[in-house]
């Protein structure tokens, strides 16, 4: 599964750890996450997040 990196702090989103402590249970692709997630380390919106390899 695809792997999305925030462009504010450099966190990776990983779908195989998901965001538990944000209600997004391992297995979520990051299209499935809710619109109003918002990144665990700075907050940033879903929009600023960009795919990565």
Do not use: N
């Amino acid at each position: 599964m695809q792997k999305y990196q925030c462009m504010v702090c450099g966190y990776i989103y990983d779908p195989s750890a998901g965001d538990p402590d944000s209600g997004v249970k391992p297995g979520t692709k990051f299209e499935d996450i809710p619109d109003d997630w918002v990144c665990p380390l700075c907050g940033a919106p879903k929009s600023d997040f960009e795919p990565v390899d």
